[in-house]
């Protein structure tokens, strides 16, 4: 039995995404040879023109084979979260490459139409190669978009948005050289002159599509929503703030804040984290990791200035110990930082008091000690029973 796509591993899916690469090459170079060598003998510059995009597919192939092959490799000390941005940045040079030979057609074919009138015949060849050439590359482009979006890869999906678009313009081309046929010569230059602009204008969209995932733009609303739920299902949480995503090729990294009961231990908070992490992993295969950040409270709320002017654990403790005289050692102290404040449980040994009246008494003397002091808010005394 085949296995799921999102079971395939680095290596496989760096497999798949260089043999469907590879079809594209030996298309585009039949394609650009036959309409290249054709679009001259015959006259058509809007098939010549169509004949150098092809060769820009080319181009294009050749880089999403180095992009693929060097995203494989696993993450290292100098790139921890692997090469997956290896594709983003092919993706950038593909579309800032589509912008430059569209604007270069789209040039050439403008300064053409000015001498309109001394430019030779367009002969039927040129036709029948621009009709190939669309059935040619629509069927290119159906093969490549199944593969990229089995995979996930934005850089396969931009390639085949690539060659559909290069089907698109070549149905240009075919109503540009059959108006010229008939008489309307400048209908050939027309053609050429929009299949540049359409060649630029989707080389643009490649191109800030791949500098948004650089500057760290999020996933969109409904994938932020849907690991929001995810995050919020898993026992013990018990709210969420800070969520925070951005693309890294055909994944996506994750960070959130998540609430949990301030009076848990340290070891339970920890637990519930990795709990709501492997919850995101499972449940959406796109996401590479996620770091989860345990609260015991929402600090959005709270003066965080005034949080880190609190003392620590060590002078904490300095100034608590002379307002426990009289009363036994305690055998373990645990601070909660709490709404800007300090409290403070204190853990006696069972034969430190004799009954639970004892254990009152001294709990309401270390609070009346505790009045004055500038950040403890409250104490509780208890029982610490041996462990068994």
Known sequence: ??????????????????????????????????????????????????????????????????????????????????HARVETAATLVLGFSLVLIGGGILWESGMRLQHVEVLPAVEISAFWVAVATVLAKEGLYRYLIAVGKRLR??????????????????????????????????????????????????????????????????????????IRGSLLATPGVLGLHELRTRRMA??????????????????????????????VLREHPEVL????????????????????????????????????????????VILHYLNGGIEVELFFAHADFADASDLQRAERTVAERLQTHPTIRSAHVNWRFAPK
């Open 153 to 226: 890869s934005q850089l396969l999906i931009a390639n085949a948005l690539h060659t559909r678009a290069d089907a698109a313009s070549a149905l240009v081309v075919v109503v540009g050289i059959g108006g010229a046929l008939i008489g309307w010569g400048f209908l050939d230059l027309l053609a050429a002159a929009l299949m540049g602009f359409m060649i630029l204008r989707m080389g643009a969209e490649l191109a800030w599509g791949a500098i948004k995932e650089l500057i760290d733009t999020g996933l969109d609303e409904s994938r932020v929503e849907a």
């Open 1 to 82: 039995m085949a296995r799921a796509d999102s079971e395939l591993t680095t290596a496989e899916r760096s497999g798949v995404a260089q043999r469907a690469t590879w079809v594209s090459v030996a298309v585009n170079l039949v394609m650009t040879v036959v309409q290249l060598i054709v679009g001259w003998l015959a006259h058509s510059q809007s098939l010549i023109a169509h004949g150098l995009h092809s060769f820009s597919d080319l181009l294009s192939d050749f880089l999403v084979i180095y992009a693929t092959r060097q995203s494989a490799h696993p993450a290292d000390q100098a790139h921890p979260y692997g």
């Open 289 to 332: 990791d996620v770091l989860v950040h345990i609260d015991p409270e929402d600090d959005l709320d709270i003066d965080l200035a005034s949080v880190a002017r609190l003392p620590g654990r060590t002078a904490l403790l300095a100034e608590l110990m002379p307002l426990l005289s009289g009363l036994p050692e305690p055998q373990r």
């Open 250 to 279: 055909h994944q996506a990294l994750v960070d959130a804040h998540v609430l949990v009961d301030p009076r848990i231990s340290v070891s339970e908070g920890h637990r519930i984290a990795e709990s709501a992490r492997a919850r």
